[in-house]
């Protein structure tokens, strides 16, 4: 019964319990700070809004009275969908998404963490965003689409699994015709191998599915779909998949209000932001295994890895979806361009260099 409230509230995410959890999460020097910038998280709750809160912590804990964040959460002020035109209307001074909830207003916004995997990782993803140019193309966007925001991106993530379906997938064949909810370029991917994507939020996933509005899903991660409840509408998860191979976070800011800090103020919402994607990672992928290891065993959750018959067709359909977009914008095949000569370089580095981990994984453990 514990669980059953908990899992109510987590999907609420009602203005009411907005409000409330944004009296918990504010620190009391806020009330003393010179400056107090209001930060809105696309999350109402689980381990996303942690996320959030620990890059928030740093800020606070190194800026002391001078600067403070106060974290609100989901729908407190405006809906995810408007946080960003909110931060750049100066109505927040900040959020924290990921740039595939505004890749509407360009498909360029997906490649900076949803976009296609040239062999690499998020770790490899955001190796290129601060020393390949793509913080520089970033900033070109936000020029080209008249955004008066600065970002800054952050917390790489694993691979998000391929998701819940009502049968096991043994074979790319059963994807053709499924309803499938996912995000960003990757419904552009999935659409051309056949499915029929639905986009929609997070809170929203496991009642569709339970309804029939949905016959598959995706979300990000062992820890929230549990949360989310996934395992009272589905019994096969399926991880691993290129649909959405890399992600990380970006933190938004209006340009005014960043410009008008210090530059120690401006440091620090920066190496904060570098300092949360180790926190991110080691502290996520400990819950991620423990949440994986509770869904097998105390909720009878099949367990299966994607067949490689389903991630080549990916590969194939990514191609066709860059190739299109490519053709029809300049600066989204600048990106593409960038990315694929960084990731030649340095991924050709790490393959040759990486010894076989589930070799060894397999020695000890089987």
């Known amino acids: 019964m514990k669980e059953t409230l908990n899992r109510r509230k987590f999907l609420k995410g009602t203005a009411m319990a907005a ?9 009391p020097s806020i009330v003393r700070a010179q400056t107090t910038l209001k930060m809105q998280a696309a999350w109402g709750g689980g381990i996303f809004l942690e996320n959030a809160q620990a890059y928030v912590d740093r800020v606070n804990e190194m800026a002391g009275d001078a600067l403070q964040i106060e974290l609100l959460p989901v729908n407190a002020v405006v809906k995810t969908s408007q946080m960003q035109d909110a931060v750049h209307r100066g109505v927040l001074d900040a959020c924290h998404y990921v740039p595939a909830y505004w890749y509407s207003k360009s498909p360029v916004a997906s490649l900076f963490g949803t976009g296609p995997c040239f062999g690499w990782s998020s770790q490899e993803v955001l190796g290129w965003v601060y020393y390949g140019g793509g913080q520089e193309l970033f900033d070109e966007l936000m020029g080209k689409l008249g955004l008066n925001i600065v970002s800054f991106f952050n917390s790489p993530m694993p691979a998000q699994p391929m998701g819940w379906f009502k049968e096991q997938i043994t074979d790319s064949a059963q994807m053709d015709g499924l309803k499938y909810r996912t995000v960003g370029l990757a419904a552009d991917v999935l659409l051309e191998m056949g499915m029929s994507v639905v986009q929609l939020p997070g809170g929203e996933i496991q009642p569709a599915m339970k309804s029939g509005l949905i016959d598959a899903a995706e979300f990000n991660n062992p820890t929230s779909d549990r949360d989310f409840g996934m395992q009272d509408v589905s019994t096969h998860y399926h991880l691993a998949s290129f649909h959405q191979s890399q992600e990380f976070f970006e933190c938004s800011f209006n340009k005014g209000k960043y ?27 400990n819950r991620y295994a423990d949440d994986l290891v509770k869904l097998r065993e105390e909720h009878g959750v099949n367990v299966y890895r994607t067949p490689d018959s389903v991630m080549k067709d990916q590969l194939n359909a990514w191609d066709v979806v860059v190739n299109r977009i490519s053709s029809e914008d300049e600066f989204f095949a600048r990106v593409i361009a960038s990315q694929q000569a960084y990731a030649q370089r340095v991924m050709n580095y790490l393959h040759l260099n990486q010894p076989d981990y589930r070799l060894a994984y397999n020695h000890y453990f089987g």
Do not use: C, P, R, V
């Open 259 to 285: 410009d008008s800090l210090s530059d120690e103020q401006k440091a620090i919402l920066k190496y904060a932001s570098e300092s949360e994607s180790s926190n991110f990672y080691w502290h996520n992928t």
């Open 19 to 27: 409000t409330a959890t944004a009296g918990t999460l504010a620190a």
